[in-house]
């Protein structure tokens, strides 16, 4: 959702890394309850299971240029691999960094070289990267790399003795022709010749060969080639942003710095120059805090009644930049002689705004200077109910106007930190996803959250698509808005990136949208729906509620069992089950109820193959 916020906002991110697949084991179980925990605290030792032995990488995956698998050992489909770890623990000079696919599988030609290797550090995963000397042996200057080639072969970079790398570094490995920097790579690492998730094991150790971090729970996926064509599904798109802080605030006389941040939809690197049109590869200022979701830093001298321009662009991980300005803005007020006693208090009227004052208990005599108003502008879709929650708990309820619009002023709000969430339910009582937004309030100051697009309500016709039928999808929007249908597969639980398709309707005056998309190119699968609104200021809203449908020809409920779709019903998808118990949207929700519970598990048992 794209708003902007006027003063100082933190946000906290997350980032896991679910395993669902631990080996090789058998399970043999009864339908008993006995039986059932007995499942449940196995499935939580392989989940859980300590290591003793070093500490786990905070970042670790690998990107195939193609995951179609080998015809035979004798014909074989060969892949680049791009190989990309956060280190947790710095790895001094002359230690290593083992890199082993899952024995077996994978098999690395006899005549892979160091000339089909490069390894670069970084300080985000957006770059830019700095490529370290790759060479044969190790060297004083000279990275070297050892190489076990065949089914059971390991890949071994040993660092020069002159420079390590340091802790919450970001290291990237090329395995195979895009290899570049100093020789160019003409060898690839063939892929299985068998389908399923392959595991690939990192890790770093110091120069006596101990180990410091290690990841061997994540994996990469051999699937069949599918022919989807022809679509484009390359990223192209630059980080959306939105929630500038502390954009249009009027800020005291005598404050020394300020923290400016804003928000993308993606993670992405920032920056900003105080000089508009600048590009962002010319830009010299970069936040302090990026690399994620969430970015932020601290600006200083500020001079009384002057108004302060940040002017903000963002870089995602695809190397897609903003072409425009996003504006941060605040103004430094004049040196005062003496502040004059009073505080504000007011409420506002007429459709689509409410007013709420704050009680001042414990505050016997009013404040030297007024305390902090919050004002929050949107767009929701006409004459619906716009719920709103200070830190969890009713602050307001309102009905937006015809054209959409609401406002909300709360006066008399002590300083402090505050979460506001807001939710709209449409004229066909279908509710939007919630929006959230915490930030601090100052004394004399207004908090102005505006330019907030409440994203659109959303229902499908039908979940179970047979093949070729067209998919039905309603709800309601910003008034005239353009409201864009995204659907994208998911596979093992986790949303592939790329979408399959995108469908782009126009909502009425009304704000009711419908779109009627061919699913002609979809193969069978489970598919995730979702929609978006875009208005030409102030831009795209975040993404509706999610759906979950079948399509490319029903999937049977024996189908949707085999969550990892590797053709059989059984513990891996067991255990996925299990990771994925009571949440809704997930690929073990079997009979689309969306909640994952003892229906679907009933059903898995029913289609057990092991």
């Given amino acids: 959702m794209k708003s902007q916020i006027t003063n100082h906002k933190s946000q906290i991110n997350f980032n896991s890394h679910n395993s669902y697949n631990r080996g090789g084991s058998v399970l043999n179980f009864g339908i008993g309850i006995l039986g059932l925990f007995g499942i449940w605290y196995l499935v939580i030792g392989f989940f859980y299971a300590p290591s003793v032995h070093a500490a786990k990488l905070t970042f670790a995956s690998d990107l195939l240029s193609t995951s179609q698998p080998s015809a035979s050992s004798a014909t074989t489909t060969g892949a680049n691999h791009t190989i990309t770890f956060v280190t947790a623990g710095a790895i001094p000079a002359s230690g290593y960094i083992v890199i082993t696919p899952e024995t077996g599988y994978f098999a690395i030609p006899s005549g892979f070289d160091f000339a089909d290797a490069d390894i670069a550090v970084a300080s985000t995963l957006s770059g ?13 200057g000279n990275d070297g ?58 890790e770093t150790r110091n120069a006596a060969s101990a180990v410091i971090d290690s990841s061997s729970d994540f994996f990469v996926a051999i699937v069949q080639a599918v022919t989807l064509g022809p679509i484009d599904t ?5 980080p959306v942003r939105s929630n500038g802080l502390p954009s249009g605030s009027s800020i005291p006389a005598g404050v020394e710095q300020v923290e400016i941040s804003l928000e993308t939809d993606e993670w992405a690197t920032c920056r900003y120059s105080t000089t508009s049109g600048t590009p962002f590869a010319e830009m010299v200022n970069s936040f302090e805090v990026s690399g994620q979701a969430f970015h932020s830093t601290v600006v200083g001298d500020l001079v009384p009644a002057t108004t302060f321009n940040y002017n903000v662009r963002c870089q995602d991980f695809r190397g897609n ?18 502040p004059g006693p009073g505080f504000g208090r007011g409420g506002g009227s007429g459709e689509g705004t409410i007013g709420s004052n704050f009680p001042l208990t414990g505050q016997p005599f009013p404040p030297l200077q007024p305390l902090p108003v919050i004002t929050i502008e949107g767009i929701a879709y006409p004459q619906s109910i716009i719920t709103i929650l200070r830190d969890g708990q009713p602050a307001g309820e309102l009905t937006a106007g015809a054209n959409g619009r609401f406002t909300a002023d709360f006066f008399n ?22 929006f959230a937004s915490t930030f601090s309030t100052i004394a004399g100051t207004k908090t102005l959250v505006t330019n907030l697009i409440m994203p659109p309500t959303i229902a499908i016709g039908n979940a179970f698509l047979g093949e070729g039928e067209a998919l039905e999808v309603f709800g309601q929007a910003s008034p005239g808005s353009i409201v864009e249908v995204r659907i994208s597969p998911r596979i093992a639980g986790a949303i592939v990136p790329e979408d399959i398709l995108n469908h782009q309707v126009t909502a009425g005056q009304d704000g009711k949208w419908r779109a009627e998309i061919q699913t002609d190119s979809l193969f069978l699968d489970t598919y ?13 809203s975040i993404f509706s509620t999610t759906m979950i449908i079948s399509a490319g020809g029903a999937l049977s409920a024996c189908q949707r069992a085999d969550i990892n779709r590797d053709g059989r019903v059984g513990f891996v998808d067991f255990s996925i089950l299990l990771f994925e118990w009571g949440r809704s949207g997930s690929p073990a929700d079997i009979n689309l109820d969306d909640r994952v519970n003892l229906v679907d598990f009933s059903i898995m048992l029913t289609c057990w193959t092991g």
């Fill in 321 to 338: 930049s903003n072409p425009d300005d996003y504006l941060i803005f605040f103004i430094i007020e004049p040196v005062k002689a003496s």
């Fill in 128 to 140: 830019p990267y700095t490529d370290r000397t790759l060479a044969a042996t190790p060297s004083a």
């Fill in 145 to 202: 790399i050892g190489i076990i080639t065949g089914t059971s072969g390991a890949i071994t970079v040993t660092l020069n003795s002159t420079d390590g790398i340091s802790a919450s570094s970001v290291v990237r490995i090329e395995l195979g022709t895009h290899a570049t920097a100093g020789a160019t790579g003409d060898t690839q690492i063939a892929n299985p010749t068998v389908l399923g998730t392959r595991r690939i094991s990192v």
């Fill in 528 to 540: 995730e729906v979702r929609a978006r609104a875009l208005l030409p200021d102030p831009g795209w």
């Fill in 234 to 238: 390359t990223d192209f798109d630059p």
């Fill in 413 to 434: 709000i002590p300083q402090g930190i505050y979460t506001f969430s807001l939710w709209a339910l449409d004229t066909d009582k279908r509710q939007s996803i919630t």
